[in-house]
């Protein structure tokens, strides 16, 4: 079953206050208690349902970035996200309702960084995934970008993780392989795959599927994993000259 499909329903009865509490809440009549805007997940599933949730909401936040929302990037929201058509509607309430409240896209991020503490590798994946559904239309406005950087800040990212998950979105043949890998060019090659191991572990794709990055989703995470097994080879080859 998709995760898609349990968006609303799957979150009655867990304690889910702040902003997506009352978005829920909205939309379920106030079935969702307010009481905290954090909690802890008691299993995979609603961790899975958080990240779902999550990317639906910052999504339709994102289109709004430049002033207006191109059909490119609601084709985007359904077609890459791999939503489908008999889920579509459960989803779109959730999208237009986020989408058409005052509230900004900074009360969310403030709160998916409190679920997801201590796991920066998910919330790295979360600014994967918005750089994914940004660049739908062909290319990241600057609003866009802004908005996302400002999101990573919020979670805590580094200046120097956030450009690695920047670079990392371009072809192989056009990437920065130190900025990927968070290194400099002077780092010696054994400091370099060090960093190279450590990152391939932190964004391996069954360890996020274990930590609540949902299957429908992970594609992007081996699109990411690809860009650092390219890094690591050219930085190889250029170490050798």
Same mark, same amino acid.
């Given at each position: 079953?998709? #995760?898609?499909?349990?968006?609303i329903g799957g979150m009655?009865?867990?304690?889910?206050?702040?902003?997506?509490?009352?978005?829920?809440?909205?939309?379920?009549?106030?079935?969702?208690?307010?009481?905290?805007?954090?909690?802890?997940?008691?299993?995979?599933?609603?961790?899975?349902?958080?990240?779902?949730?999550?990317?639906?909401?910052?999504?339709?936040?994102?289109?709004?970035?430049?002033?207006?929302?191109?059909?490119?990037?609601?084709?985007?929201?359904?077609?890459?996200?791999?939503?489908?058509?008999?889920?579509?509607?459960?989803?779109?309430?959730?999208?237009?309702?986020?989408?058409? &409240? %005052?509230?900004?896209?900074?009360?969310?991020?403030?709160?998916?960084?409190?679920?997801?503490?201590?796991? #920066? @590798?998910? *919330? &790295?994946? $979360?600014?994967?995934?918005?750089?994914?559904?940004?660049?739908?239309?062909?290319e990241v406005s600057s609003?866009?970008?802004?908005?996302?950087? @400002? #999101?990573?800040?919020?979670?805590?990212?580094?200046?120097?993780?956030?450009?690695?998950?920047? &670079?990392?979105?371009?072809? %192989?043949?056009?990437?920065?392989?130190?900025? $990927?890998?968070?290194?400099?060019?002077?780092?010696?090659?054994?400091?370099?795959?060090?960093?190279? *191991?450590?990152?391939?572990?932190?964004?391996?794709?069954?360890? *996020?599927?274990?930590?609540? $990055?949902?299957?429908?989703?992970?594609?992007?995470?081996? @699109?990411?994993?690809?860009? #650092?097994?390219?890094?690591?080879?050219?930085?190889?080859?250029?170490?050798?000259?």
């Amino acid at each position: 079953m998709s #995760i898609w499909g349990s968006l609303i329903g799957g979150m009655i009865g867990f304690s889910l206050g702040g902003p997506f509490g009352m978005l829920l809440g909205s939309l379920l009549g106030g079935k969702i208690s307010r009481a905290r805007a954090s909690a802890r997940f008691s299993n995979p599933a609603q961790s899975q349902q958080m990240f779902a949730l999550s990317l639906i909401v910052l999504s339709a936040k994102l289109s709004k970035a430049d002033g207006q929302v191109s059909k490119e990037e609601l084709i985007a929201v359904k077609d890459k996200l791999k939503i489908p058509d008999n889920e579509l509607d459960q989803v779109g309430k959730i999208f237009n309702q986020a989408k058409k &409240e %005052s509230a900004g896209y900074e009360p969310y991020a403030q709160q998916i960084a409190q679920f997801y503490s201590g796991n #920066i @590798n998910v *919330l &790295e994946e $979360v600014i994967n995934i918005l750089f994914y559904i940004a660049e739908s239309d062909g290319e990241v406005s600057s609003s866009e970008l802004k908005m996302i950087e @400002n #999101i990573s800040k919020i979670f805590g990212l580094s200046e120097t993780q956030y450009q690695s998950i920047k &670079e990392s979105r371009k072809g %192989s043949d056009k990437l920065n392989p130190y900025i $990927v890998l968070e290194s400099k060019p002077d780092d010696d090659l054994q400091t370099i795959r060090k960093r190279y *191991l450590d990152l391939s572990k932190q964004h391996h794709p069954d360890l *996020l599927l274990s930590k609540g $990055v949902p299957k429908e989703v992970i594609e992007e995470s081996k @699109n990411k994993m690809r860009a #650092i097994n390219s890094a690591w080879d050219q930085i190889q080859k250029l170490k050798k000259n």
